[in-house]
């Protein structure tokens, strides 16, 4: 039977997902200003209230979900591609190139993401492409020490042995007979990979280093913080907005998990 949880977290990554595309049907321009600054929650047309510019913040919100799901899903893609490739290499030859590739791995794995992130945007300049770049290149190591592993132990699967036997080459053989059987953990790891980057990111908003031309919930949190105690709102849903969506992401992850999970089926 599925938790409750996961229907709660699957509605409300929908809700997240349509409110991203259909942000500019349901919601006014959110880098419009105007006289109505600090307006509370339930206000006449302003359902969240107003930020300090008088911008709206239901609409900031709701344009805020398209950098976070760009940022997570793509990273998420990047490091899931990167860490196949390294893992499924390092798996299928073994020896000399195994070796090196999981040290590299190693080595990017103690990369501390978010310093390097907010290094990189620091040197060279905010930019959504930037924090894309930056987090997807490190969002790779744990994906590949999965594949690596799944790849050293399938690759003398009989099956495995069968289409060798048969005259299939290397390349087609990992693609075609190994990746689909190791589907199922980089998918859960790619869930997951997508909650960390929506944190990185909205991170390095709070500290002003997101795109200055896209509405952001951490660049959101970083304009709140002097309005802390005179407008609360301001905070309020840019964070549980970010708080709803990492749990959503990580209780899918993990529910995903339980399902593939063999020692978990049948509890």
């Known amino acids: ?28 321009d959110p880098y419009a200003g105007g006289p109505d600054a600090l307006l509370p929650p339930l206000s006449p047309a302003h359902w969240l209230g107003t930020d300090d510019l008088g911008r709206d913040i239901f609409a900031e919100t709701l344009f805020g979900t398209r950098v976070s799901l760009t940022v997570g899903v793509t990273t998420a893609i990047a490091g899931a591609v990167i860490g ?14 195994d070796a090196a590739l999981m040290r590299l791995t190693e080595l990017f794995q103690t990369l501390p993401r978010f310093v390097l992130a907010l290094v990189t945007i620091a040197l060279f300049g905010p930019g959504l492409a930037k924090v894309i ?32 036997v048969g005259g299939m080459p290397g390349i087609a053989l990992v693609l075609s007979e190994i990746l689909p059987n190791v589907a ?27 795109d200055p031309n896209l509405v952001s919930w951490g660049a959101m949190l970083n304009e709140a913080q002097q309005y802390l105690r005179t407008a609360w ?15 959503a992401f990580n209780r899918l992850g993990d529910a995903l998990n339980a399902a593939t999970d063999p020692r978990g089926r049948g509890r």
């Open 1 to 28: 039977m599925i938790p409750i949880s996961v229907f709660i977290a699957g509605g409300w990554l929908t809700l997240t997902v349509l409110a991203a595309v259909f942000a500019p049907l349901v919601a006014m």
């Open 84 to 97: 196949v490739a390294v893992g499924a290499a390092a798996g299928w030859l073994g020896g000399v190139a």
């Open 133 to 164: 770049v930056v987090i997807g290149i490190l969002a790779w190591p744990q994906t590949a020490r999965v594949v690596r592993a799944s790849v050293a132990t399938l690759r003398s699967a009989p099956f495995v042995e069968a289409a060798r």
């Open 184 to 210: 199922a953990p980089v998918i859960v790891l790619a869930a997951l990979d997508v909650a960390t980057a929506i944190l990185l990111e909205a991170g390095l908003g709070f500290f002003g280093l997101g």
């Open 233 to 247: 709102w301001m905070a309020v849903f840019p964070g549980i907005a970010i708080a709803a969506t990492v749990l």
